[in-house]
């Protein structure tokens, strides 16, 4: 059984940073995807980036200020959020698609992971 655990979540105001981090518990090698969704209450999970071993993939609506690294020695993909909006409030969930990598085509798309961490919680104010 994979398993990933998310972490850094927290209280920010508009305009400040955080760093996510997910800890997948399987070496980040071969064929993978890794991605981040968030979702506030009410509304469906929307994807906000991914990563494979050679491409990323980062969603218009947080483009230029959202990045996604990894490091697979630690086995840790990160999701590096930069001049937060109140709009980015929500849970934030790392996923993987093991055996598959990411396509500018579904990497957005919840049905392409497998495998999904417990969510931690972003809250940007004013």
């Known amino acids: 059984q994979v398993q990933l655990t998310e972490s850094g979540g927290g209280s920010v105001q508009v305009g400040g940073s955080l760093r996510l981090s997910c800890q997948i518990s399987?070496?980040?090698?071969?064929?993978?995807?890794m991605g981040w969704f968030r979702q506030v209450p009410g509304k469906e999970r929307e994807g906000v980036a991914a990563i494979d071993g050679a491409e990323n993939y980062i969603a218009d609506s947080v483009k230029d200020r959202f990045n996604i690294p990894q490091d697979v020695v630690r086995d840790m993909v990160y999701l590096e959020m930069n001049n937060l909006k109140s709009e980015d409030t929500g849970t934030y969930y790392c996923?993987?698609?093991?055996?598959?990598?990411?396509?500018?085509?579904?990497?957005?798309?919840?049905?392409?992971?497998?495998?999904w961490g417990q969510g931690t919680q972003v809250t940007v104010s004013a």
């Open positions: 399987r070496r980040l090698d071969g064929t993978y995807c």
């Open positions: 996923a993987a698609a093991l055996g598959s990598w990411c396509h500018w085509y579904d990497y957005y798309l919840t049905n392409h992971y497998t495998y």
